[in-house]
């Protein structure tokens, strides 16, 4: 596997399950971030990670756990979602968590809350 | 707070036709500025970046971008449209040695190619 992959890419869950989605990045960067792409809106961050330390939490919902066990894998635990909460969810890792640094980005998982 | 507009969420050009989408920013600072595709079913990839160095920038697959502070702009443009052009366009924004700044991104621009 090369880059940054992305598991499931596809996802349904009622309002009530948990579920998490997987990300690994193959790159050796130290940074990582999760991000919520909304049909018509701008990209929104969710998460930044900085050597498994979390640096960033975007006002995001309690209802979203992020974890970082490592510098090479994130995941996104969902519980109790909302159907607003459907969307397009990409990982991405960069070499150090400075934003002008290049991010590199996984395919994402299409999240469906029913 | 930074921002960018990103005008027209739809852009369609003929194949062989000049490419040009549209970004303006709002900084209080000296920005950089980036351009990222997203090409259907997959994520973002860096197509440019300015990081006030040369105001022309150029970056892969023919596409190039032209920082002017007086227009607040940061246009995109490739001079020839290509088929494998057909994706969404990203432009962002972030302040440089600014603590712990954040890059912002535009709504996107999806650019379709007419054979």
Known sequence: ETGVTQTPRHLVMGMTNKKSLKCEQHLGHNAMYWYKQSAKKPLELMFVYNFKEQTENNSVPSRFSPECPNSSHLFLHLHTLQPEDSALYLCASSQGSDPSNEQFFGPGTRLTVL | ?115
């Open chain 2, 1 to 115: 707070a930074q921002s960018v507009t990103q005008l027209g969420s739809h852009v369609s050009v003929s194949e062989g036709a000049l490419v040009l989408l549209r970004c303006n920013y709002s900084s209080s600072v000296p920005p950089y500025l980036f351009w990222y595709v997203q090409y259907p079913n997959q994520g973002l990839q860096l197509l440019l970046k300015y990081t006030s160095a040369a105001t022309l920038v150029k970056g892969i697959n023919g596409f190039e971008a032209e920082f002017k502070k007086s227009e607040t702009s940061f246009h995109l443009t490739k001079p020839s449209a290509h088929m494998s052009d057909a994706a969404e366009y990203f432009c962002a924004v972030t302040r440089p040695h600014f603590g712990n700044e954040k890059l912002t991104f535009g709504t996107g621009t999806r650019l379709t190619i007419i054979p």
